[in-house]
């Protein structure tokens, strides 16, 4: 097969005969059209052209031999004709390329916000949203941290803490601290290598990384990027139609060209990455089905999302592992109260229930310091997840900011162990902290100047719009 030319690739740029260059690779996505589940909007822009750039931060490299027929390819392009195309720098690589070049250095990182105020000026706008974003109008986003500023240490004198062991176990596998990286979705958006990133990060630290079922990159990628004994989770959702998993990963909102037309039908346009992924997940997925899932494997099972005390009975009831307390970052349904005022309720639930050894609770949302995670595991937490705070690292400063980071918050959490005397996890106790303003979401509490600061807040539309 010949090289095609630029020239013969333009020509078919129309919504009834669409081609599209990406990496060098002409694909004919004229019947995939309808069918892409962030829409077709995007996939016209790029008609008769080169989508590589596009494509890349949202798709796994192999998701069209995986997904689409042979038939799709239709030849490569001349690699005379790629060195043509003019690369242009807009606005917003210019205002980027500056930020990147004047970042802080690594070593002037000193917590979680440092790293989310520098991936707000080196991501693209696109990638922020989606990263910072919460539902409506993001109050479960900032209560999810605010509510841990709820609850006081009780702290304990003349304890020898000259050594103190942070490790503990989640589901049999030793960790070195408490907390996992949690499931995130389209890494690549931040940093050209994505997830791989988080797990040869989370492998260097000892530390769990759980995969979503939604990564920019492919699954082989991520667990080879890891080390042999290190352990890692996925996180799964139901597909709706479980042969065909197309994959669900497009955010942008983008105008195609106008010189395509057509006579029938009206573009759709996408509402967001968040919808664009819950289209194909499977709504009559219940407590009926975890059945199933025990009868096609021997690995523990854990449900995440779990927001009542019922549901955590149901879980444990019906064979699961252990549970994940989560509002998904916020991201789902506004008003949904935070992880850790839930926890208190769940851990007593169970333990009126006769659930304790065994089944394992973790939470997620809005954990940002050591202290987070102290408070988390007195309350009846076995560990905590983080999310955005390791994507913000990544998108900042690749490998070395996750590193970083999750150095800080075990260097952070060591440091509240000492001073709350203890010296391993099996000591920490509900005891050792007040909770009894966590209930009381108008209670005073101190104004945290650091979260405010890196807060990105929305604004209506006349003045701006972050979505």
């Not at 690779?25 to 590589?52: C, M, R, S, W």
């Not at 949202?58 to 031999?65: G, T, W």
Request: hydrophobic share 40%.
């Amino acid at each position: 097969m010949g090289f095609l030319s630029l020239k013969e690739i333009e020509k078919h740029n129309k919504k009834n005969d669409i081609w599209v260059i990406i990496h060098g690779k002409v694909y004919d996505l004229t019947n995939f059209l309808p069918e892409h589940p962030g829409g077709q909007k995007i996939i016209l822009k790029y008609a008769g052209k080169d989508a590589t750039n596009s494509f890349d931060p949202i798709h796994p490299p192999d998701i069209i031999q995986r997904l689409l027929p042979p038939d799709v390819f239709k030849g490569v392009v001349d690699p005379s004709a790629l060195t043509q195309v003019l690369k242009v720098e807009t606005e917003e690589d210019k205002h980027i390329r500056i930020a990147r070049e004047n970042m802080p250095n690594l070593d002037e990182m000193y917590n979680s916000f440092d790293f989310e105020a520098v991936a707000k000026s080196v991501l693209k706008a696109e990638a922020w949203s989606y990263f910072s974003s919460g539902s409506e109008n993001e109050i479960t986003l900032r209560e999810n941290h605010s509510a841990f500023h709820r609850i006081w240490f009780k702290p304990r004198v003349m304890v020898n803490v000259k050594y103190v062991d942070p490790s503990t176990t989640f589901l049999g596998t030793h960790t070195a601290f408490p907390l996992y990286i949690s499931a995130t979705a389209l890494g690549k958006m931040g940093h050209p290598e994505g997830e791989v990133v988080l797990a040869r990060a989370s492998a260097k630290r000892n530390l769990i990384q759980m995969i979503s079922n939604y990564t920019s990159c492919s699954f082989d990628e991520i667990v080879n990027a890891s080390t042999p004994n290190h352990t890692q989770w996925i996180q799964i959702y139901i597909n709706s139609n479980p042969r065909r998993e197309k994959d669900m990963r497009q955010k942008y909102i983008l105008d195609a060209p106008e010189e395509i037309r057509s006579s029938t039908t009206e573009v759709r346009r996408d509402q967001g990455a968040s919808q664009a992924l819950s289209q194909f997940i499977d709504a009559t997925f219940c407590w009926d089905d975890i059945a199933w899932i025990k009868s096609i494997t021997k690995m523990p099972i854990v449900i995440k999302g779990v927001q009542a005390s019922e549901d955590a009975i149901l879980a444990a009831k019906h064979g699961c592992q252990g549970i994940v307390i989560s509002n998904h970052g916020g991201r789902q349904l506004d008003f949904a109260p935070s992880a850790i005022e839930i926890l208190p309720e769940v851990t007593a639930a169970l333990k009126r229930e006769g659930i304790n050894e065994g089944f394992e609770v973790y939470i997620d949302g809005g954990i940002r310091r050591g202290s987070d995670i102290f408070k988390a595991i007195a309350l009846g937490a076995k560990g905590v997840g983080i999310g955005r705070p390791s994507l913000y690292a990544m998108s900042s400063y690749g490998d070395a900011g996750v590193e970083r980071l999750l150095e800080l918050l075990q260097n952070e959490f060591e440091m509240i162990m000492r001073l709350m005397g203890v010296t391993s996890i099996e000591q920490i106790k509900p005891e050792m902290v007040d909770t009894r303003n966590l209930k009381d979401h108008f209670a005073s509490i101190p104004k945290d100047y650091l979260a405010e600061s890196a807060y990105d807040p929305m604004q209506p539309r006349s003045h701006f719009s972050k979505l």
